[in-house]
């Protein structure tokens, strides 16, 4: 579940916030977000955004890597449980 999570708070517009911003009469308004706190412009969130999926891609294979025997495991006991 934390790792929907994750990836919704890092793709997400609302979460991105915006840069700082200043007016003519030099009146300046913090920036929101990830963008904000970081100092972002939409090109550098949008490399963060990508680098997080694609360590999120290799980092699965790795686990399903892990967690294949136990996975089997787990389907031949509900098999063995289906068929007595």
Do not use: E, H
């Not at 890092?10 to 977000?33: E, F, H, K, Q, Y």
């Not at 904000?36 to 891609?57: K, R, T, W």
């Not at 967690?67 to 007595?84: E, H, N, R, Y």
């Amino acid at each position: 579940m934390l790792n929907y999570v994750d990836r919704g708070a890092i793709a997400s517009n609302g979460v991105n916030g915006s840069l700082a911003t200043c007016t003519d009469s030099g009146i300046c308004r913090g920036g929101s977000g990830i963008q904000g706190f970081f100092n972002l412009n939409n090109f550098q969130d949008g490399v963060l955004s990508s680098a997080f999926m694609v360590g999120l891609l290799i980092a699965s294979q790795y686990l399903l890597l892990l967690l294949l025997p136990i996975i089997w495991k787990m389907v031949d006991g509900g098999l063995i449980l289906c068929w007595m």
